[in-house]
C-alpha cells in the first residue's frame, strides 16, 4: 500500500483487533496448568526466566516462548474484504458494512522445562506436564472479537463483547441443554448463537529443537540444561476494521458489437438453419490499445 491510500484509509480504521492473541495465548497456558494440577498440596511456580533457581524445595515449570513464525497454511491475499461482522439486526443495510484484511496466521513455539530439588521428582512433574497438556485440544474457545473503529468491542452477531455470550449455546439459565425444563430455553440460546464466529488456539506437542538448540538456549540465558519439551500453539490475529457507507461500484465499458454477416445470417426466412458461416471479426482487437504497431509489408527496395 502507497503512503497516499494508506492515509485515505487512516479516517476510517479502527484499532488492531488481535493485538492481545499472543500475550492471552500464554496467561491461558498458565492457568490451564493451575487449575488442573492435583498431584501435592502446594503448585509449583510458573516462571519465565530460565536462569531462575529457587533457593528451598520449590517446584518449578519454566513456560518461555523462543519463537514465533507465520503459519505457511490457509494463506489469502492482503486485499480488503467485508469482515463477519453486523452491528444492526438487518446486515442489508449500508451503515454496517465493514471491511478488513485476513487475519495474520502465527505459530507460537513454547520451551517447557522443570526444576525440583530431586531429579525423580522434575521427572514426576514431567510426566504429569505431559499428560496434562496431551488433554488441551485448544487454550482459547471464545467468540471472535472485534473492535470498531468507534472503540466498541462486538462479536460477529454485533452483540456487545463478552466470552460468556457463547456459553449459551450450551446452558442457558443453569440446565444443560439436553432435555428437561430447561430444553426450549436452551433451543432458543442455539438459535441465538447462529452465524456467530468462533476463536480457537490450538496446542500440540511437537519436536522442534534439537539437544544441541537447547544448550546454546540455555547457555545464552546463563541456565543450566534440563530436560524439555517443545509445544506449537496456532493463533489468528485480527488486524484494524475500516468503515465503508456501502459497496464498491464497478463500471464497465459497453461490449463491442460485431458487424452482422452479408450473408443475411444463419437462418433462412422460414427459419431453417443453414451452413455455418464464418465467424465475423470484432471491431477493434481485443487486449489493450496498441501503440505505435504498423503492419509489416514486404519493401521491394531491401530485396536483392
Not at 489469502?76 to 451503515?95: C, G, H, I, W, Y
Not at 458494512?97 to 496466521?105: A, C, E, G, M, T
Request: with cysteine; charged share 25%; hydrophobic share 30%.
Amino acid at each position: 500500500m502507497n503512503p497516499h491510500d494508506d492515509q485515505l484509509l487512516a479516517a476510517h480504521r479502527g484499532p488492531m483487533s488481535g493485538r492481545g492473541i499472543i500475550g492471552e495465548t500464554t496467561e491461558a497456558m498458565h492457568r490451564f496448568l493451575l487449575d488442573g494440577y492435583n498431584l501435592t498440596s502446594q503448585p509449583p511456580r510458573l516462571e519465565e526466566d530460565l536462569k531462575f533457581v529457587p533457593k528451598d524445595r520449590e517446584e518449578v515449570i519454566y513456560i518461555y516462548m523462543y519463537r514465533l513464525c507465520q503459519n505457511p497454511n490457509l494463506l489469502n491475499r492482503k486485499r480488503l474484504r467485508q469482515a463477519p461482522v453486523f452491528v444492526k439486526d438487518d446486515p442489508a443495510t449500508s451503515d454496517n458494512v465493514y471491511y478488513h484484511r485476513p487475519p495474520l496466521l502465527l505459530d507460537l513455539f513454547y520451551l517447557i522445562g522443570v526444576h525440583s530439588k530431586f531429579r525423580s521428582d522434575a521427572e514426576r512433574l514431567m510426566g504429569w506436564l505431559l499428560l496434562r497438556l496431551n488433554e488441551a485440544t485448544h487454550l482459547i474457545y471464545r467468540p471472535r472479537k472485534f473492535i470498531l473503529p468507534d472503540g466498541r468491542e462486538v462479536d460477529s452477531l454485533g452483540r456487545p463483547y463478552d466470552p460468556k455470550n457463547f456459553s449459551a449455546k450450551y446452558t442457558v439459565g443453569g440446565g444443560e441443554s439436553g432435555g428437561g425444563e430447561d430444553a426450549p430455553e436452551a433451543e432458543v440460546g442455539e438459535k441465538a448463537d447462529d452465524g456467530l464466529f468462533l476463536e480457537k488456539v490450538s496446542l500440540a506437542l511437537v519436536d522442534d529443537l534439537t539437544v544441541g538448540d537447547a544448550i546454546h538456549l540455555y547457555t545464552l540465558h546463563e541456565a543450566p540444561y534440563r530436560p524439555f519439551l517443545t509445544y506449537r500453539a496456532r493463533v489468528a490475529l485480527d488486524g484494524p476494521l475500516y468503515k465503508s457507507t456501502g459497496g464498491a461500484s464497478v463500471r464497465l465499458p459497453p461490449l463491442e458489437q460485431t458487424n452482422r454477416p452479408t450473408g443475411g445470417g444463419n437462418a433462412s426466412p422460414s427459419g431453417r438453419i443453414r451452413g455455418s458461416a464464418p465467424t465475423p471479426s470484432p471491431r477493434t482487437p481485443p487486449g489493450p490499445t496498441p501503440y505505435r504497431i504498423q503492419q509489416m509489408r514486404n519493401n521491394p527496395e531491401s530485396e536483392d
